[in-house]
């Protein structure tokens, strides 16, 4: 079985701290994703990475940068955590072809205070 | 207009009809698509997936792909109070790298016993 994992389920941070957010696959999938999700707003890509070292803006980047050092792991950065930037966060990967199944980690849910 | 529409609900089915949801998706180019389910406070989790026009069968669940009329379905026969969930809809296009999807903003269905 695909196993996502997300290094935390419940982070509590500051406005103006920095956020991290880690992601691990034990696939060997070339692609991973991250998504926040808000109540009315759906499920929003954020960036995501189709090998290492690269990266793609999704569609909300703002606020955000990624590193992907390794095939398995894909961080997530707030540079600067805002209020607005409360919300569910999931990790998501896939194979490598577009037919291919994306496998969602457990999420982490960040609030901002 | 979206690029991936979804009822949002609430669809409340009784415990053993037939739900019924529907997706349409604006992207022409769009070669793979997904139903996913989501319980409260839990990850997405895939339950179908079809790529070629006509009907995909999986236990209780049917999905329908019509690609002239840009529209997917999903159907759960004998519904059970444990698909009581928010269901989502993914569409992925062969112009977009890396297998990037998009989400329609999901249905809420209620099964009540």
């Known amino acids: 079985d695909v196993k996502v994992t997300q290094s935390s389920r419940y982070l509590v941070k500051r406005t103006g701290e920095k956020v991290f957010l880690e992601c691990v696959q034990d696939m060997d999938h070339e692609n991973m994703f991250w998504y926040r999700q808000d109540p009315g707003l759906g499920l929003r890509l954020i960036y995501f990475s189709y090998d290492v070292k690269m990266k793609e803006k999704g569609d909300i980047p703002e606020g955000y940068s990624v590193s992907r050092e390794k095939k398995e792991r894909f961080s997530l950065i707030l540079e600067s955590a805002s209020t607005n930037q409360t919300s569910m966060y999931l990790c998501?990967?896939?194979?490598?072809?577009?037919?291919?199944?994306?496998?969602f980690g457990p999420g982490t849910r960040l609030t901002v205070l | 207009q979206k690029e991936v529409e979804q009822n949002s609900g609430p669809l409340s089915v009784p415990e053993g009809a037939i739900a019924s949801l529907n997706c349409t998706y604006s992207d022409r180019g769009s070669q793979s698509f997904f139903w996913y389910r989501q319980y409260s406070g839990k990850s997405p989790e895939l339950i179908m997936s079809?790529?070629?026009?006509g009907d995909k069968e999986d236990g209780r669940f049917t999905a329908q792909l019509n690609k002239a009329s840009q529209y997917v379905s999903l159907l759960i026969r004998d519904s059970q109070p444990s698909d009581s969930a928010t269901y989502l809809c993914a569409v992925n296009s062969i112009k977009a790298a890396g297998n990037k999807l998009t989400f329609g903003g999901g249905t809420r269905v209620l099964v009540k016993p």
């Open positions: 079809i790529y070629s026009n």
């Open positions: 998501a990967s896939s194979l490598g072809q577009f037919t291919d199944t994306q496998y």
